[in-house]
Each structure stands twice: as structure tokens, then as C-alpha cells.
């Protein structure tokens, strides 16, 4: 079964508004959890660390103050994409470390933003 | 320079037809090499993980292989349910929780 569940899977907002992913951890208690971006046909780009009851780790290169992370419990991160802008486009996905040092992913969230 | 490497870029096999995926890697000290299926539209599904060089791991038709510099994911009379792009990712001891992507083979299985 799954792991992790992510929400919504799709989701089509208008530029300028702001959109909330939700990644739920349902097997593990995770205190850390982990933002990753795919474009078409490449790989994933991680894009930011989750911790609970802290702030993000954000990558170079990522705004922070567009991307805003949070990590209220040890179960769920929420990932809010503030302004959306058409570039911001893409395929979200989360991710949580689970045992034996394995990531196990959600099914992704797939943004358009027109 | 890319740490984690994958090859092929894209693989077409007819069914029944065995080969072999690459990820290759440059850097020492790897705290693990984990291999995923991810489907078009999805996100990425755990396959196996390799700690050290001669661990193999398998589950049905996949073979994972691991020695110091590269892994292998062997393919035995694939079908055309495995047609899927395979993502290698690498962990190393230096670099905390960051994984490192390869590219993904892209696996077309033609029944």
C-alpha cells in the first residue's frame, strides 16, 4: 500500500493566486520530509528539505519566499506556491525517508497554472 | 561534471528480450544506491536498495547489481508491463540527506 499521499493530484489555479500540496507520511513518523520538481522528461531536482517543527532547507536557487514549506506534524508537509506564475508549472513531488535509509515517494501533484 | 549517470537514455526491447540498465557514479564513499520505477504521471515507486559493492537484490523479472563505481538493473523476459522509466538515485555519507538523481532509462517493452 501506499506510503505516502499526496493532494491533489492535479490541480489548475490562475497567475497571481497561491496553491497549497499536501504530502502525508502514512507509515512512517517523519521528521523529515523532501520536495522534489520534475520537468518534462528530466529527472527530479530537489528543491527543499522539510523539518518538522522548524524551517525548511531550501537549494540554491529555490525561493523560499515563493515555495513556502511547512511542517506541522511528524505525518504532514505542506508545500504552497505563492503567486503562481505559468513557469511555475510542473510536477510536484514529495518524499519521506522511511527505514533503512530508503525515500518512498508520493504520486505527485501536477500544477498548471494558466 | 554528473555524479550519477544513467544508460541507456532510452531502451526498447521486444518481449522476452533480456538486457541490462547502467547507473554509474563518480564519487566514494556511497551510503546507498537505490533504484525506482516511475510511470508517466506518477510519482516514483521504490524498486530496491544496495549498500555494498557484490550485494544483488531481486524481486520477479529485476535484478539489481552493485559493484564500487556502477549498478546494473537486469531485466529478464521483460513484458510489456515494464515498460516504465528507471531512475537510479545515490547517497553518499558527506552529503547528509541530499539524493542524486540520475536521468532515467526510459524502458519501451513491444509485446
Known amino acids: 500500500g501506499a506510503v505516502v499521499s499526496q493532494h491533489p493530484s492535479r490541480v489548475i489555479c490562475k497567475s497571481g493566486t497561491s496553491v497549497k500540496i499536501e504530502c502525508r507520511s502514512l507509515?512512517?513518523?517523519?521528521?523529515?520530509m523532501f520536495w522534489y520538481r520534475q520537468f518534462p522528461k528530466q529527472s527530479l531536482m530537489l528543491m527543499a528539505t522539510?523539518?518538522?517543527?522548524?524551517?525548511?532547507?531550501?537549494e540554491q536557487g529555490v525561493e523560499k519566499d515563493k515555495f513556502l514549506i511547512n511542517h506541522a506534524s511528524l505525518t504532514l508537509s505542506t508545500l504552497t506556491v505563492t503567486s503562481a506564475h505559468p513557469e511555475d508549472s510542473s510536477f510536484y513531488i514529495c518524499?519521506?525517508?522511511?527505514?533503512?535509509?530508503?525515500?518512498?515517494f508520493g504520486e505527485g501533484s501536477w500544477l498548471t497554472v494558466v | 561534471e554528473d555524479q550519477v549517470t544513467q544508460s541507456p537514455e532510452a531502451l526498447r526491447l521486444q518481449e522476452g528480450e533480456s538486457s541490462s540498465l547502467n547507473c554509474s557514479y563518480t564519487?566514494?564513499?556511497?551510503?546507498?544506491l537505490f533504484w525506482y520505477r516511475q510511470d508517466p504521471g506518477k510519482g516514483p515507486e521504490f524498486l530496491f536498495t544496495?549498500?555494498?559493492a557484490g550485494e544483488e537484490k531481486e524481486k520477479e523479472r529485476l535484478k539489481a547489481t552493485l559493484t564500487k563505481k556502477e549498478s546494473f538493473l537486469h531485466i529478464t523476459a521483460p513484458k510489456p508491463e515494464d515498460s516504465a522509466t528507471y531512475l537510479c538515485?545515490?547517497?553518499?555519507?558527506?552529503?547528509?540527506?541530499?539524493?542524486?538523481f540520475g536521468t532515467g532509462t526510459s524502458l519501451t517493452v513491444i509485446p
Open positions: 522539510s523539518n518538522e517543527g522548524s524551517k525548511a532547507t531550501y
Open positions: 564519487v566514494s564513499g556511497l551510503r546507498g
Open positions: 538515485a545515490v547517497r553518499w555519507w558527506d552529503t547528509g540527506n541530499q539524493f542524486y
Open positions: 507509515d512512517f513518523q517523519a521528521t523529515t
Open positions: 544496495l549498500y555494498s
Open positions: 518524499s519521506v525517508q522511511g527505514s533503512g535509509n530508503t525515500i518512498y
